[in-house]
């Protein structure tokens, strides 16, 4: 595996890839946390788009047959069916959807990341967990990208040491040329 100094054009990338990652998966968490306050609030309401009710508008959830009302008020509805009365584009699942695969596409940005720069196990676990705390991804990233650019700094400074040191290094050297 080569090592983190003759990888400096990826490790750029990576802290690219990690920042917009993070961003846009702290952003859909945030989106996906109002999805389940409205949902699973007194409110009971989902989003939907382009239905009966207009371009965008907040549709009733009811439990399904033989439920209680108060299933509504636990994500699963403890083993109920919560049943959607809204027609057209289900907004809320599409935000359930796409927070998912985002996630997973964040976590290979923080893998990759971690791998390059050669970090404790620990920072893995710390960026992972900025992908299902509200506003913690905000937070993490903005640490984990000022190190990743102090790493990278490091490296890009040893780099420079070690390409000096070997241009330097055959210039002194004595030459044994006979006339």
């Given amino acids: 595996m080569p090592r983190p100094i003759e990888q400096l054009p990826q490790i750029r990338t990576a802290i690219t ?7 846009v998966t702290g952003t859909f968490l945030l989106l996906l946390v109002a999805e389940m306050v409205l949902k699973y609030s007194p409110t009971h309401v989902e989003v939907f788009a382009f239905g009966a009710s207009g371009p965008l508008s907040l549709e009733a ?10 299933s509504l008020f636990v994500p699963g509805g403890m083993g109920c069916e919560i049943v959607s ?3 057209g584009v289900n907004i809320s699942l599409m935000i359930l959807i796409v927070h998912g695969w985002i996630y997973v ?16 196990f620990g920072r893995l676990l710390a960026m992972a967990a900025g992908g299902v705390v509200p506003f913690l991804s905000f937070f ?9 650019l102090a790493d990278l700094a490091r490296l890009e400074a040893e780099r420079a040491t ?4 070997s241009v ?3 210039a002194a050297a004595p030459t044994n040329r006979e006339s």
Avoid: I, K, N, T
């Avoid at 959830?61 to 108060?70: N, S």
């Avoid at 596409?105 to 404790?120: D, E, I, K, N, Q």
């Fill in 140 to 148: 993490v990233e903005h640490r984990m990208h000022r190190v990743a």
């Fill in 17 to 23: 890839f990690y920042r917009v990652m993070s961003w």
């Fill in 85 to 87: 009365l809204g027609e």
């Fill in 162 to 165: 070690r390409d000096s040191a």
């Fill in 105 to 120: 596409v964040y976590l290979l940005a923080c893998f990759r990341l971690w791998s390059l720069l050669r970090w404790p």
């Fill in 61 to 70: 959830v009811v439990p399904g047959m033989g439920c209680q009302w108060y």
């Fill in 168 to 170: 330097v290094a055959p």
